[in-house]
């Protein structure tokens, strides 16, 4: 008897994600057969979902058959940034790998990026170049930030939207890199026809390479006499809605949501700054004596552009040359961390954590905010890492060790729900930095905006108000309780904490007046940093004491 191997897909749709698989050798007329090497795979489509490969086969054994896919030998005529660009895109979409940093070497996930060519694409590239990493980067954020905006070109240069339905995961991906290039990047045409073409060629077949071709030019052609296909934003508020999401490639549901809350105009603002490309804020470690004058030298030598963060002494900002400090050795050395302001060290500002004092980070890792506050601590105190995730809190602990800080850092492995059970130790400042949306940072992480769904918020509300109930229980009387967020929503904000407080007679709000810029304090005395109005990203904070 056979035994056929299962092959992995994924139904996606607005509204739910399931698993299924097929067996090579079932029937289903829904279900076109596509061959890859010697391998045939099948994938299911219907008329209202994307059915996605997640994993090619794997060598398997038929009866005393053994078939192995063989490794094509190093192909010099792709260039390795988009080989790369189209696995690393197919790995977020189905893996959720966008956090993942490229180093010096072109390795992710603690594995070689070649590698992961290799095993989905059936050959490797030469290895990335320092020009190389960089354009993956760009490629790679810039593609997954404007794809419903690709997509909707795409559908429309199709001659059958079913072309679209069942394109195969990763020609879509081809074809998405090469849009964004030619409308965004305006890398010239020839090369990015000529490359995709010769990618979807060799790692799929020269069908392939031919529709790609013809849907390349076709977008060349229309860009060059500016008749490129456009929503119109007209209608009531719905359609509207749809038009825009589709212009600056958000879901609908999200826009509908800030049109009401900011109106059309603010939510347009807030779109583009979403679409931005981002920049970054470094800071100086205090605790291994590196001051921000020895950083600003060092980028001075590496020629990495910066600009100095007018709120914090420590930190300077930069918009490139990310992978010139982590050549450097900046990061690896401990010297200095990637931090962002506004979610995570103005909200240290609103903790104002002293020397001596004893503090609970609560939802800690991956640990930026307890490492800021534990260098504020000069050696003097201790700060309580706690956090659900092992892992997560493993990497605080080796990075708390690399920046001389872990002599006033421990960690805590338990959910915060259950831990007011198990410890009686109350503290002076207790720091929640609850799961959210994330609604405030879309454009460093431009692929929370396709995880997100309407339905998360009514689920993160509710976990938002467990956990602040069981982080109340931790305060000493006298102490403070911070609760911060990096979303924008007032749901997620102020509500959260109006909520607890009617809930929680024993607590009462505290101005953040005293402890941050005049710019981000709200008229309720909360913290709030807009990407709209102070070019940061999105965060909230709420300061409140405990009377008895």
């Known amino acids: 008897m056979l035994h056929l191997p299962s092959i992995q897909v994924c139904c996606v749709t607005e509204k739910k994600h399931k698993n299924t698989s097929l067996k090579l050798g079932e029937s289903n007329s829904r279900t076109p057969t596509y061959r890859k090497g010697n391998l045939d795979f099948k994938i299911e489509i219907s008329k209202?979902?994307?059915?996605?490969?997640?994993?090619?086969?794997?060598?398997?054994?038929?009866?005393?058959?053994?078939?192995?896919?063989?490794?094509?030998?190093?192909?010099?005529?792709?260039?390795?940034?988009?080989?790369?660009?189209?696995?690393?895109?197919?790995?977020?979409?189905?893996?959720?790998?966008?956090?993942?940093?490229?180093?010096?070497?072109?390795?992710?996930?603690?594995?070689?990026?070649?590698?992961?060519?290799?095993?989905?694409?059936?050959?490797?590239?030469?290895?990335?170049?320092?020009?190389?990493?960089?354009?993956?980067?760009?490629?790679?954020?810039?593609?997954?930030?404007?794809?419903?905006?690709?997509?909707?070109?795409?559908?429309?240069?199709?001659?059958?939207?079913?072309?679209?339905?069942?394109?195969?995961?990763?020609?879509?991906?081809?074809?998405?890199?090469?849009?964004?290039?030619?409308?965004?990047?305006?890398?010239?045409s020839y090369a990015v026809v000529d490359e995709n073409v010769q990618l979807a060629k060799i790692s799929l077949r020269p069908g392939a390479g031919n529709m790609v071709n013809g849907?390349?030019?076709?977008?060349?052609?229309?860009?060059?006499?500016?008749?490129?296909?456009?929503?119109?934003?007209?209608?009531?508020?719905?359609?509207?809605?749809?038009?825009?999401?589709?212009?600056?490639?958000?879901?609908?549901?999200?826009?509908?949501?800030?049109?009401?809350?900011?109106?059309?105009?603010?939510?347009?603002?807030?779109?583009?700054?979403?679409?931005?490309?981002?920049?970054?804020?470094?800071?100086?470690?205090?605790?291994?004596?590196?001051?921000?004058?020895e950083l600003v030298s060092r980028l001075e030598n590496l020629k990495v552009p910066y600009e100095l963060s007018p709120y914090l002494d420590d930190f300077v900002r930069i918009s490139t040359g990310m992978q010139s400090v982590i050549q450097?050795?900046?990061?690896?050395?401990?010297?200095?961390?990637?931090?962002?302001?506004?979610?995570?060290?103005?909200?240290?500002?609103?903790?104002?954590?002293?020397?001596?004092?004893?503090?609970?980070?609560?939802?800690?890792?991956?640990?930026?905010?307890?490492?800021?506050?534990?260098?504020?601590?000069?050696?003097?105190?201790?700060?309580?890492?706690?956090?659900?995730?092992?892992?997560?809190?493993?990497?605080?602990?080796?990075?708390?060790?690399?920046?001389?800080?872990?002599?006033?850092?421990?960690?805590v492995h338990i959910d915060l729900r259950t831990f007011p059970v198990e410890n009686c130790v109350r503290y002076d400042k207790v720091l929640l930095d609850a799961p959210c949306s994330g609604l405030g940072v879309l454009s460093k992480r431009a692929d929370l905006r396709w995880n997100r769904k309407s339905e998360d918020m009514e689920e993160l509300k509710s976990l938002q108000d467990e956990l602040l109930d069981a982080a109340s229980m931790l305060v000493k009387a006298g102490g403070v309780l911070v609760y911060s967020t990096c979303s924008i929503d007032h749901e997620e904000n102020e509500e959260r904490v109006a909520a607890f407080l009617l809930r929680h007679q024993e607590y009462i709000m505290d101005s953040t007046k005293r402890y941050i810029p005049p710019e981000f304090l709200t008229e309720q005395g909360y913290y709030f940093s807009s990407p709209v109005n102070n070019s940061l990203d999105g965060a909230f904070a709420a300061r409140l004491i405990r009377c008895s």
């Open 328 to 411: 450097d050795g900046l990061l690896k050395e401990g010297l200095c961390s990637v931090q962002d302001e506004s979610a995570g060290c103005l909200v240290v500002s609103v903790v104002d954590p002293q020397p001596g004092e004893i503090i609970l980070d609560c939802c800690a890792a991956p640990g930026g905010k307890t490492l800021f506050m534990a260098a504020c601590l000069n050696d003097q105190g201790m700060v309580t890492a706690l956090d659900i995730n092992k892992g997560r809190l493993r990497i605080l602990k080796e990075t708390a060790k690399l920046q001389k800080l872990d002599n006033v850092i421990t960690t």
């Open 48 to 188: 209202t979902e994307y059915i996605y490969l997640i994993r090619f086969p794997v060598p398997y054994d038929l009866g005393s058959v053994h078939q192995e896919r063989k490794t094509q030998k190093l192909n010099l005529e792709i260039s390795p940034h988009r080989a790369v660009s189209a696995v690393r895109l197919m790995r977020i979409e189905f893996g959720g790998a966008f956090a993942d940093l490229l180093n010096e070497k072109g390795k992710g996930s603690g594995d070689n990026e070649m590698k992961y060519v290799e095993r989905t694409l059936g050959f490797c590239t030469r290895d990335l170049d320092d020009r190389d990493l960089r354009l993956v980067t760009d490629i790679v954020g810039g593609t997954i930030r404007w794809r419903k905006y690709l997509d909707f070109l795409i559908l429309s240069l199709c001659h059958d939207p079913n072309t679209f339905s069942r394109m195969e995961p990763l020609l879509l991906q081809i074809l998405r890199i090469g849009f964004y290039e030619i409308v965004k990047l305006e890398i010239p």
């Open 215 to 293: 849907i390349l030019r076709k977008l060349v052609l229309l860009k060059e006499t500016n008749s490129l296909p456009s929503p119109q934003v007209e209608g009531d508020d719905r359609a509207q809605a749809r038009a825009l999401a589709t212009l600056h490639s958000h879901p609908v549901w999200m826009v509908r949501r800030w049109m009401k809350y900011l109106g059309r105009e603010e939510a347009i603002k807030l779109m583009m700054w979403n679409n931005s490309d981002p920049s970054f804020s470094l800071r100086a470690n205090r605790g291994k004596g590196f001051t921000r004058s």
